[in-house]
């Protein structure tokens, strides 16, 4: 089965278009409290009134530390909305997510919040750009195109006496000692 | 998420650790495992490309969110899997799945305002779990811990290697 390119090429095509299938129907869900799905900040301020009482999830930057007040992401104009009993020092400035009960239109009574330090964006953008660096370096090094068989399939490792001796259906040698490079 | 690196080592520890009862689980199958570290995030092209823009395209609902959960990263092993000749099918899969879930795992624990984490476990279900709040992708604690596993594992392994060699 799936053996033939066309086979295969079908398959790769029925693949994409499942995981399309998939972006659609999550995107039917709404929310669920039950499963501790809530509403948003893009959701609840088109109109917040009909949000009053609802436990919601509003995320923007701290513009205000004592009362904490924050200035909603994705607002325009910005809404500031204030945040009732954060138990814990926050700063100016820091990207901030706070779960709560929705009290009036401009207060939430918060229930749990995190935190983004200033760079912290910066930080997970960067070190994400090296592990791709990293994985498709390997990939290169590690795997070649067999154009005959139309696919990938891995390198067999820089010879080791036991390559040399026998090799096994795989490239024997990967992974076994000697081979340095098993990492 | 924790950051892309950090997902990358959750990854390699995770198969190098295995590889020593799965001896086929060589270097080419640990990179595959680290590819598949990364598969969960290619949800993050909705940072670039605004889920509005293609509702409005194709006139259907539609979020990049799914492609986080646990049933995309399944069809992605898939596509890994046809993506290599027939005879690489069943272990590039295997190698792609171990990467995969250590990264849906890890994912699964970091901190949010609600204390659920997401809908890992989707379409199986839409539950968000309870998450211990270990990690922030925002802050390198992810990145320590897998550090330090990943080299951990390839110390242990190198040790193991040599012991193998000089039984023979």
Known sequence: ?183 | MPDGLAHVLFAYAACTALSWRYEWLTTPYRTAAMAGGLIPDISKIGVFVDAWRVRDAIGLPFSFDALETGGAAAVWVAVGALLVVPRERRRTAGALAVGATTHLLTDAMLAKPTGHSYAVAWPLTRYYFPTPGLFKSTEPGALVVALLLAVGAWLLDRRRTRAAAAER
């Open chain 1, 1 to 183: 089965m799936f053996e033939s390119r066309v086979e295969r090429g079908v398959g790769l095509v029925a693949l994409l278009g499942a995981l399309f299938g998939l972006c659609v129907w999550y995107g039917t869900l709404g929310t669920d409290p039950a499963s501790w799905v809530f509403p948003r900040t893009a959701q609840v301020f088109p109109g917040p009134e009909r949000y009053i009482g609802r436990r919601v999830v509003l995320a923007g930057e701290v513009v205000s530390v004592d009362p904490v007040v924050v200035s909603l992401a994705g607002t325009d104009p910005p809404v500031r909305v204030l945040l009732d009993g954060v138990d814990r020092p926050v700063a100016a400035g820091v990207r901030i997510r706070a779960f709560g009960v929705l009290e009036s239109e401009g207060t939430l009574r918060t229930l749990g919040v995190v935190t983004t330090r200033p760079g912290g964006f910066v930080y997970a953008a960067t070190a994400s750009i090296v592990g791709g660096l990293v994985v498709i370096g390997r990939l290169l090094r590690d795997w070649r195109v067999d154009l005959g068989g139309w696919g990938l399939e891995p390198r067999a490792s820089p010879p080791s006496l036991r390559a040399l001796a026998g090799a096994g259906e795989d490239g024997a040698g990967t992974g076994e000692a000697g081979d340095d490079r098993d990492a």
